[in-house]
Each structure stands twice: as C-alpha cells, then as structure tokens.
C-alpha cells in the first residue's frame, strides 16, 4: 500500500534551485565568517578617526548570518526536499534575506577581496528563489492554510513595515531634494544610500504586497506571507545584532538595540502562529485546514495569486 500523504504537498525543489541554494549559502558562510575574523573586510574610510562603525555593523549583522540565517536556510531546504510545505516557504524566505543582504554588500563601498563573493551569493540565490516561488502552487498553499492562522495581524505587520519604513527614508529623501542638496555621498554616507534604495525597492514593497494580497484573500498572499515572515525574523535579528555591536565597540551598552528587538519578537511570533497553522493543517488529529491523507500526490498549480 502507498503510504498516505499530505495532500498539498510543496514540489520537489529542482536541482539547479538546490545546488543554487547551496553555492549561495556556502559564500554567506564564507563571507560572514572573513568578516567576523578579518578586519579588511571592511577597513575604514578615509581620514576616519577613532571607531570603525562600518566593521562594528558588519559583524553584528554576519553573526545572524552565521547563527540564524544560514540554519534556517538548512533546514528550510531539507523540509522543502520532503515535500513539507512549511519548510519550502521557510527556504524562500532565507533566500529573500540572502538576496537583500548579499546585493547590499556588494553594491556598497569597500572594495574588498570579498567583493565577488558577494556578487555569487546573491546572483545564486536570485534564480533560485525565482524557481522556488515559479513552481509553487499558491492555490494549494492557500487552501492547505485555511483560515486558523492571524491573516490580519500579519497584514497589519506587513503594513506598518513597508509604511514605516518608508517614512523613515523618506523624509530625509524629500528634505534634501526640495533643498538641492544632491552630489555624491561618500563613506559611511554612501553605505545609507543603497541602504535606502533597498529598503524603499525590496522590504517596503514587499511588506505591503503580503499585506494586500492577504487582506484581499488572494493565494499569493498566503505564500508571500511565509516569504515576509522569515525574512523579516533574519532582517530584524541583524538590525538589531548590528545596533548592540556597534554600540558595544563604542563602549556603550548593548540595551541601546532593545527598540530594534521589538521587530524580530513580532515577526518571530507571528512566523510561528502561521507556520504552526500550516502543519496543523496537515494532523487528522486536530481537523483543521481541510488535508486529507489520501496517496501522495501533487496538486495541480492554480490560476493566478
């Protein structure tokens, strides 16, 4: 007899996806492990005097990498391997993260050894995550959800991120405009710039689309939201290992990073409520989701998110 099965189960990742996925988590690996050991991975900027505030960022940001991002990303993928769809929108989301971070450090000053390093872990995690989400079946995601999950506070989340954050760029954004302050920023200076233009051009958007296409009960908001989530919890833990490092390398104290704690304590607790409604949704014991264990199968791919 085959053995019963979920049935909306995720599809397999494809080999390239895997190897892909393997090849960028291997540079995110390396490059965050140079950082934290190595201080040419960002020397200073010119006539910087005293604290090198960039290296102090970095590593607290490629701790979280190292601890967090890239164990997500293993068991992510090993979930995703066997068929759990928890598991797949968990890898989709570490590669989100990846794609964020990496494009980041490499498209920001210094020119370092590291450079192209940076340049393969994003550029193998872009198709990766486009295959992953391509193969997807949003419909079946939805309907392997259900209902027993907080759709609003999700979207209320995903909302006040994209929103927030874009105020907070923003305004500066407008002031120098209308005030003609344009040239070419440098230093630590130029890092905020692609800073900006990252959080305005990927996390902005990307929270209010998961927030929209979830409050309009649209499927691809049920896989945009696992994506949101994940990436949020790895964004918002190296905000925030990031704020603590460089205060501690000033002498200051680490609490200086408690406001930033509040972003990965809310994504974390919404990411397990949803991840937990997913897998609910698969036990016969608690009649949730509507999975029926029936021979393993994949359902066909719906129409449209």
Known sequence: MTPLQPTHRSPAPGTGAIVLSLISGAGA????????????????????EGLNAALAEARGWSLVTLCVALPLLAVGLTGARRGWLSGYLLWLGTLAYLVYTYLELAVSPPFTL???????????????????VAALNAGAVQRALGDDFPRRSIAAFGLATGVLLS???????????????????????????VVHALDLGLQAPLGIATAVLLLRNKPGGSVLAG????????MGLALTAMVASSALS???????????????????????????????????????GGLRFIPARIAPRGRGW
């Open 227 to 234: 994506i949101f989530l994940t990436n949020s919890v790895c």
């Open 29 to 48: 690996a390396a490059t965050a492990l140079a950082t934290l050991l190595w201080d040419g991975a960002f020397p200073p900027p010119p006539a910087l």
């Open 167 to 193: 105020l907070a760029w923003l305004k500066g954004i407008v002031a120098d405009t209308s005030a003609g302050q344009f040239g070419w920023p440098s230093g630590i200076a130029a890092i905020g710039h």
């Open 250 to 288: 000033a002498g200051k104290s680490a609490l200086q990073a408690a406001p930033f704690a509040l972003i990965p304590i809310v994504a974390s607790a919404l990411a397990l409520c949803f991840f937990r409604a997913l897998e609910l949704s698969g036990d016969p014991r608690t009649g949730g």
């Open 114 to 132: 590291l450079y192209l390093p940076y340049i393969v872990t994003f550029a193998c995690a872009i198709p990766a995550l486009v295959q992953g």
